[in-house]
């Protein structure tokens, strides 16, 4: 079955740059959503189609890509952002999303 | 606004069946693929079922043959029937609302707890 990979774990101090990463086979091929989950809500969509971010998501939010790794990069990382975020993909047999990654802002 | 309500988790023993229903409204409901994605207890997202506007209709290999997804335009409603429930099925049930064909979630319901336990 199909996989993507993320760090477990990423911290930041506020202020500097975060970035996660998602890996997976062929993901150049394939367009990637990231959700954010802050803890005890419902996720939320933060960025689609590898790098557009929906309306209400602050600008601080962008996404890229190179080769078959997807990137989630948090710019001036405030402490509201400290969250679980997760990568998602589409393949042939439905949808995947990545394990998630733990941001900590300290 | 769009708005997503689930409702029918609770406690249910395993091998029992267990009916979710999602409430739409704020979009015309009919033009969206519509999604149940699951989160067990403290661990990450999985996606379970989603369903097309003409109902095409997919699942994950891990619900396949004993859960049903189905839509009702007419009452704005997503509906997911699951049988045979194990252990394992536990988690929080989410609805999701499908931007794009092959494409994003958002938004996402605040979720009903199903508990598979003797």
């Known amino acids: 079955s199909y996989e993507l990979t993320q760090p477990p774990s990423v911290s930041v101090s506020p202020g500097q740059t975060a970035s996660i990463t998602c890996s997976g086979d062929?993901?150049?091929?394939?367009?990637v959503c990231w959700y954010q989950q802050q803890p005890g809500q419902s996720p939320v969509l933060v960025m689609y189609?590898?790098?557009k971010r929906p309306s209400g998501i602050p600008e601080r939010f962008s996404g890229s890509k190179s080769g078959n790794t997807v990137t989630l990069t948090i710019s001036g990382t405030q402490a509201m952002d400290e969250a679980d975020y997760y990568c998602q993909a589409w393949d042939s047999r439905g949808v995947v999303f990545g394990g998630g990654t733990k941001l900590t802002v300290l | 606004q769009v708005q997503l309500v689930e409702s029918g988790g609770g406690l249910v023993k395993p091998g029992r069946s267990l009916r979710l229903s999602c409430a739409a409204s704020?979009?015309?409901?009919?033009?969206?693929?519509m999604s149940w994605i699951r989160q067990a207890p403290g661990k990450g997202l999985e996606w379970v079922s989603y369903?097309?506007?003409?109902?095409?209709?997919y699942y994950a290999d891990s619900v396949k043959g004993r859960f049903t997804i189905s839509r009702d335009n007419a009452k704005n409603s997503l509906y997911l029937q699951m049988n045979s429930l194990r252990d394992e099925d536990t988690a929080v049930y989410y609805c999701v609302r499908v931007g794009d064909v092959s494409g994003w979630f958002d938004p996402w319901g605040q979720g009903t707890l199903v508990t598979v336990s003797a």
């Open positions: 062929k993901l150049g091929d394939k367009y």
């Open positions: 369903i097309g506007d003409s109902g095409s209709i």
């Open positions: 704020g979009f015309t409901f009919s033009d969206y693929y």
């Open positions: 189609q590898d790098s």
